[in-house]
Structures are given as structure tokens and as C-alpha cells.
């Protein structure tokens, strides 16, 4: 009787054990990863987070789930346009550029961490598209949107749904919910100022080193893939509190 007792304590310890080892393991994998930087090359006072080597491209991404930008040469944007462009609007919230592909899979999840923080945050949103047609036709219709009142409320509604070559009829319906002139959304759509926003935008994304998506830039920090909340808590607490090189 007292060997089956020990037996069956042995065991309750063994598996008591072995689950403070895998809580543990959780505790750790899932632990909030060191923030880090390093300059950007060529843009003083500009910096990128380093999480394990995810900003660069010849260390892999991994969790990051980052979609590639490939060989193609878009050109740069000057350095000393930067602020501007990628934050046109004056604000006294901590300014956020967004660079995002329709079918990039974090994108998503990066912008909705983003969205609740809109309290803290100006954002605005950089299409970059990466993933083929589907991906041109999103952000083509995303920037043709754009150039209209309430071209931001039109692409939290349809962005989803614009996949394939075209503009699908039912974009169109988002579009006059929106507020938006249908006509001239589809006559913007293939028009120099949406080819030249594009043009832009690669340009940025050449001159920062955003080689995929998510990407974003919080003030003159670049970050390359999706982010933990507590991570991105604490990088907006730093880059609020930084004394110099603030947009």
C-alpha cells in the first residue's frame, strides 16, 4: 500500500513538474522581445527596430511573416521629404505611416493594433502593393479613393473585398456608402495621379528600406513586421518621449 502511494505521488510530482516546465516555456516564447535599434544608412537621425534581426533582409524574417519587395528599382524619394509625405497632416498625436499590401497576411492584424490606438496615434496608410493584380487593384482603388472625402472610410469598408484585375460592382455600392463619386473613382483608378502615388510610394518604401509588408514608420523609427501590443506600447512610449529627430 505505501509503494502505491509513493508510486502515485512520484507521478504527481513528475507531471506537476513537466507542467511548470512547459508553463515556462510558454512564459518564455511568448515574452516580450528587447527593442533595439540601428541607424538607416544615409538618413541621419533616422533608426530601425532590430527584433532579432527582422529588419534585415539577409537575416529572414521570422515571425514576422513579411511579403518581399523583390529586385524591382522604383527609385528613391528625397531625404528631406520624408516627414512630409509620410505625415502630410499637422497633428499633435505621435505621427504613424502605414506600408500595406490588401493581401499581406499581418497587415490586417498590424493595422487593427494600430486602429485602437487611435487616441495615441496619427496614421496614415501607404499602399504597397506586392502580391500581383488583386494587390495593384486594391491599392489603386485605395489611392483613387483617396483623393475624395472619405476615401479613408472607403477602404476600411471594401479593402477586403478588391481582389482580382478589376473593380468589382460591389466596391462600387462601398463606394457611394462611403460618400464617394463612383465615376470618378473608376476614372481616377487608371489616372496619372494614382500611377504617380504608386510611383511614391515604391519610392519611400526604396528610400526607408522597407523591403516587405506589414512596415511601418512611427515618427523616424522604422519597424519591419506585425507587433506584440505590449511591444508596440513600448515603442510608442519611446518614440514619444525621444528629444531629438521627431518629425
Known amino acids: 500500500m505505501t509503494d502505491k502511494t509513493t508510486s502515485r505521488r512520484d507521478v504527481l510530482i513528475l507531471l506537476g513538474g513537466l507542467v511548470a516546465v512547459a508553463a515556462g516555456w510558454q512564459t518564455y516564447v511568448g515574452?516580450?522581445?528587447?527593442?533595439?535599434?540601428?541607424?538607416?544608412?544615409?538618413?541621419?537621425?533616422?533608426?530601425?527596430?532590430?527584433?532579432?534581426n527582422v529588419t534585415r533582409p539577409d537575416g529572414g524574417a521570422s515571425g514576422a511573416v513579411l511579403?518581399?519587395?523583390?529586385?524591382?528599382?522604383?527609385?528613391?524619394?528625397?531625404?528631406?521629404?520624408?516627414c512630409t509625405t509620410l505625415y502630410p497632416d499637422a497633428t499633435d498625436k505621435?505621427?504613424?505611416?502605414?506600408?500595406?499590401?490588401?493581401n499581406c497576411p499581418n497587415c490586417r492584424s498590424l493595422e487593427l493594433k494600430?486602429?485602437?490606438?487611435?487616441?495615441?496615434?496619427?496614421?496614415?496608410?501607404?499602399?504597397?502593393?506586392?502580391?500581383g493584380p488583386s494587390s495593384e487593384t486594391a491599392a489603386k482603388a485605395a489611392l483613387a479613393a483617396s483623393l475624395q472625402p472619405g476615401g479613408i472610410a472607403f477602404r476600411a469598408q471594401a479593402m477586403s473585398r478588391l481582389r482580382g484585375?478589376?473593380?468589382?460592382?460591389?466596391?462600387?455600392?462601398?463606394?457611394?456608402?462611403?460618400g464617394l463619386d463612383p465615376d470618378l473613382l473608376l476614372e481616377d483608378f487608371d489616372g496619372p495621379q494614382v500611377a504617380a502615388l504608386l510611383r511614391r510610394n515604391h519610392a519611400l518604401a526604396n528610400t526607408l528600406g522597407v523591403w516587405g509588408t506589414p512596415a511601418m514608420t512611427?515618427?523616424?523609427?522604422?519597424?519591419?513586421?506585425?507587433?506584440?501590443?505590449?511591444?508596440?506600447d513600448r515603442l510608442i512610449e519611446l518614440e514619444a518621449a525621444r528629444a531629438t529627430g521627431s518629425c
Not at 485602437?116 to 506586392?130: G, H, K
Not at 512611427?218 to 508596440?232: C, H, N, S, Y
Open 114 to 131: 494600430l486602429e485602437q490606438r487611435f487616441d495615441r496615434l496619427a496614421l496614415n496608410w501607404i499602399e504597397l502593393p506586392l502580391l
Open 218 to 232: 512611427i515618427g523616424k523609427t522604422l519597424v519591419m513586421g506585425d507587433l506584440r501590443p505590449d511591444t508596440l
Open 94 to 102: 505621435l505621427p504613424v505611416a502605414v506600408f500595406s499590401d490588401a
Open 165 to 178: 484585375p478589376h473593380i468589382h460592382p460591389d466596391v462600387l455600392v462601398e463606394a457611394v456608402r462611403a
Open 31 to 52: 515574452r516580450s522581445k528587447s527593442i533595439s535599434f540601428e541607424p538607416i544608412e544615409g538618413l541621419p537621425e533616422w533608426r530601425r527596430v532590430a527584433f532579432e
Open 67 to 82: 511579403v518581399g519587395i523583390g529586385e524591382a528599382d522604383h527609385g528613391i524619394w528625397p531625404a528631406d521629404q520624408l
